[in-house]
Structures are given as structure tokens and as C-alpha cells.
């Protein structure tokens, strides 16, 4: 049951941060293992391979550990008694990495 309520509210807290961050091009997921999908551009896709290592990288400095799918997703995979609170701050410091990284590329 908390893997289904707190990952819908990390699910829900990355969702809102797609409207304000070009680089995410898609949040997918269950429960508590969420992907966001990096791209360089949200028409065609292109994959954010760099950007995506340099969020991770950003993230980890921050004290949040994420990890690295495919090319260019990014894996959240938090234990499951994770609380509210704690998605929480996932989701700010996530947003943080986000915005140096959209900083270092303009």
C-alpha cells in the first residue's frame, strides 16, 4: 500500500516538474520504480545523453541517488517504505539537478 500511495505522489510530483523543465520528455512508471525520460527536444525525441548523466551526477551531489537507465532515462527506485515527506524531497532535489543542468546547456 505505501509503495502505491507514496509512488503515486513521486509520480505525481515529477509530472508537475515536466511543465517547467524542457528536458524531461517523459515520467513513466508503478509504484515506486519511476523512469524520466531526458531529451533535447520534445518534438523529435532526441535523446539527452550527457544531460542525463549530468542530472544524475547533479542529483547524487545533492544526496539523492538515482540511477541511470537506458541512454538517457533516469531510474527512481527508492526502498519501499519511503514516505510522503521523503518523495517530497526527492522530487525538489531532483528539480534542483534539473535546473543547474538546463543553466550549464544555455
Same mark, same amino acid.
Given at each position: 500500500?505505501?509503495? %502505491?500511495? &507514496?509512488? *503515486?505522489?513521486?509520480? *505525481?510530483?515529477?509530472?508537475?516538474?515536466? %511543465?517547467?523543465?524542457?528536458?524531461?520528455?517523459?515520467?513513466?512508471?508503478?509504484?515506486?520504480?519511476?523512469?524520466? #525520460?531526458? /531529451?533535447?527536444?520534445? &518534438?523529435?525525441?532526441?535523446?539527452?545523453? #550527457?544531460?542525463?548523466? %549530468? &542530472? /544524475?551526477?547533479? *542529483?547524487?551531489?545533492?544526496?539523492?541517488?538515482?540511477?541511470? +537507465?537506458?541512454?538517457? +532515462? /533516469?531510474?527512481?527506485?527508492?526502498?519501499?517504505?519511503?514516505? %510522503?515527506?521523503?518523495?517530497?524531497? *526527492?522530487?525538489?532535489?531532483?528539480? #534542483? +539537478?534539473?535546473?543547474?543542468? #538546463?543553466?550549464?546547456?544555455?
Amino acid at each position: 500500500r505505501n509503495a %502505491a500511495s &507514496v509512488g *503515486a505522489r513521486l509520480k *505525481a510530483g515529477l509530472d508537475a516538474l515536466a %511543465a517547467t523543465h524542457p528536458l524531461i520528455g517523459d515520467v513513466r512508471g508503478r509504484g515506486l520504480m519511476i523512469g524520466v #525520460e531526458l /531529451v533535447r527536444d520534445r &518534438v523529435t525525441k532526441e535523446r539527452a545523453q #550527457e544531460e542525463r548523466t %549530468a &542530472v /544524475v551526477n547533479a *542529483a547524487f551531489r545533492r544526496g539523492l541517488l538515482v540511477l541511470g +537507465a537506458g541512454k538517457n +532515462a /533516469v531510474r527512481f527506485c527508492p526502498p519501499l517504505v519511503l514516505t %510522503a515527506d521523503q518523495a517530497d524531497t *526527492a522530487v525538489r532535489i531532483f528539480d #534542483e +539537478a534539473l535546473t543547474d543542468v #538546463e543553466r550549464q546547456r544555455t
